[in-house]
């Protein structure tokens, strides 16, 4: 593979804007992401009372159970973001894969200071989130769990439907059954359907005086059986370890705990990270021959300016290694051949619309990467398929329909990060969350919506304009309408906004992408090789 040919000039007045106006987006990443961590109104109180009883905080607590020196990638850190009144940083959970012994397991555990741990409604979408990613990836689960359970007040959004509670119940008991250790910590309350996470556990950790479980608590206990009691004498560690069996160890503190943890992981007999079942090409990784930083100098400031995705893949990629496949035709978007962090994988990315020749080289692409078992990541940065007479003549519904249908049969694993607009059917044909990514991640300045503001401004407005109510309408109330669609369509497509509703695994900082797609790599590299799909190659 060639080295790429960079034409940035990184002197340049362009390139110098371009960075200035990134680090400023990834400083206000970097604050919201502290936030996260120990901001909120009242949130100072209630982490002052997690340590005077003595407990350890949720990220410390990971931190406690994981290797010494290795990542721990935490996942949609911003879920909730603008939501719940701005009272539930992170959702009040945290989740992410963590390296235990050797070995990489996903973590869902609680953040006891925001709502007692409750589950909000997308706390719960991410608490299963991480269980698909387990499913998909083989991984273990670790649950540190310290949560009041269903957050009461929302409880018509989170406890009935197929990926509410019940569903999260449902896929601790599949993952145990296929075979995926489903290890639990009780560090505070499990009520109710709380319970129901270390109970369903292959192996459970109480901490005594701060673990407890129960199906009612002391008010309910109190109110249906007139029953005054303890919580400690109702469901505490030493109750469920010597007495119910509910729990299998207890400590006497949550230090012991980790250290109990750790010794319970070396023997569930799972592969290591550092496993590799040789179906994914690999050789020695090397870092880019470019300055991977130079990212935020080539990502225009104003998204209306288009940045050539060849210059991404150069900061990307081993040794800015690149083997483009059909360099000369359909070149809106880029396909070939590449190593990340030694994995040879098929990189798809945009530059701009998606043309009736750049949908069938694209078709064409994945399919070559499904007959030769080569991972796929996608780099979003389109307004979509071209539409238009000539588009149509050549029958772009049908050749975007193709790449549609190539993605979603692909059975090699596939990634995608947006690199900037994931606007219409662009986001199905490259992968978005609907084609089942294994990981889906998205960059500061991306935005996702049908279609970009002006557009839908624009067609809202002819939609009024022709239909009914068209002639009975002012200037004035067309003027209102342009102006609530644009607020509408900007607030929606915003990176934080999408974040906030688990649309993306996390809002990542470009200069990481390459690491955490090679740490996703690495997950699929130590898995058997998924069944081959249909693996027929034909020329578009
Ligand atoms: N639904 C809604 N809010 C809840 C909640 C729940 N299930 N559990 C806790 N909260 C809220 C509290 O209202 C409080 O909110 P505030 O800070 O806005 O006042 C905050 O979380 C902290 O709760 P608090 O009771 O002060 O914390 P604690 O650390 O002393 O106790 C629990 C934590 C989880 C043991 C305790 O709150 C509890 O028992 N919660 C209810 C458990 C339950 O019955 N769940 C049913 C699930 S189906």
């Given at each position: 593979m060639r080295v790429i040919d960079s034409r940035i000039d990184t002197g340049s007045s362009a390139f110098a804007a371009n960075a200035a106006a990134y680090r400023e987006m990834v400083a206000v990443l970097r604050e919201r992401q502290g936030w996260v961590i120990d901001g909120g109104e009242g949130r100072a109180r209630q982490i002052e009372r997690h340590h005077a009883r003595g407990k350890v905080m949720v990220r410390d607590r990971i931190d406690l159970v994981t290797d010494d020196g290795t990542p721990f990638l935490e996942l949609?850190?911003?879920?909730?973001?603008?939501?719940y009144d701005d009272a539930a940083p992170g959702a009040g959970i945290v989740t992410g894969i963590g390296i235990v012994g050797g070995v990489p397991y996903v973590f869902i555990a609680n953040d006891a200071t925001v709502k007692g741990g409750s589950l909000l409604p997308m706390s719960i979408k991410k608490h299963v989130r991480a269980q698909d990613i387990a499913a998909q990836n083989d991984l273990g689960v670790i649950y540190l769990v310290d949560s009041g359970g269903a957050?009461?007040?929302l409880q018509d959004e989170l406890f009935p439907?197929?990926?509410h509670f019940g569903g999260s119940f449902y896929r601790q008991a599949r993952l145990s059954a296929q075979g995926l250790p489903q290890l639990s910590v009780v560090l505070g309350g499990c009520t109710?359907?709380?319970?129901?996470v270390p109970a369903l556990s292959d192996e459970v950790i109480m901490v005594r005086g701060i673990g407890r479980i129960f199906l009612g608590g002391p008010p309910i206990v109190k109110a249906a059986l007139g029953e005054i009691i303890e919580p400690d004498d109702l469901g505490g560690a030493e109750l469920h370890t010597?007495?119910?069996?509910?729990?299998?160890h207890m400590t006497e503190t949550e230090h012991e705990a980790y250290g109990l943890l750790r010794e319970i992981c070396e023997t569930t007999n799972q592969r290591s990270f550092?496993?590799?079942?040789?179906?994914i090409d690999w050789a020695e990784p090397e870092p880019p021959?470019?300055?991977?930083?130079?990212i935020y100098g080539i990502v225009?400031?104003?998204?209306?300016i288009p940045f050539d995705a060849t210059e991404i893949i150069a900061r990307m990629v081993d040794g800015s290694r690149f083997a483009p496949f059909?360099?000369?035709?359909?070149?809106s978007v880029v396909c070939g051949f590449a190593r990340l962090w030694g994995h040879l994988v098929g990189v798809i990315a945009n530059n701009g619309i998606i043309f009736n020749e750049s949908a069938l080289k694209a078709t064409h692409f994945i399919e070559l990467c499904e007959q030769r078992r080569v991972p796929l990541v996608f780099l979003q940065n389109t307004s979509g398929y071209m539409v238009g007479r000539d588009s149509e003549v050549g029958g772009i519904a049908k050749n975007g329909a193709k790449m549609v249908a190539a993605v979603a049969n692909a059975t090699v694993p596939k990634y995608t990060v947006l690199i900037g607009g994931s606007y219409g059917a662009g986001n199905y044909g490259m992968c978005g969350r609907g084609f089942d990514p294994r990981f889906l991640f998205a960059w500061p300045n991306s935005r996702i919506a049908t279609m970009a503001a002006d557009t839908a401004e624009t067609v809202l407005v002819d939609i009024r304009v022709g239909g009914m109510r068209g002639s009975e309408t002012t200037e004035a109330e067309l003027e209102a309408i342009r102006t609530e669609i644009r607020q509408q369509y900007e607030t929606q497509s915003d990176p934080y906004y999408a974040t906030s509703r688990l649309w993306d695994d996390g809002l990542i900082d470009p200069v990481h992408t390459r690491d955490i797609l090679g740490l996703c790599l690495a997950l699929a590299a130590?898995?058997?090789?998924?069944p081959p799909g249909p693996g027929i190659v034909y020329r578009m």
């Open positions: 949609s850190m911003l879920s909730g973001w603008g939501q957050f009461l007040p439907d197929k990926d109710a359907g709380g319970a129901y010597r007495e119910s069996g509910v729990s299998d550092d496993h590799r079942e040789g179906w021959a470019y300055d991977v930083g130079e225009s400031a104003d998204d209306r059909k360099p000369s035709w359909g070149d130590r898995q058997d090789e998924p």
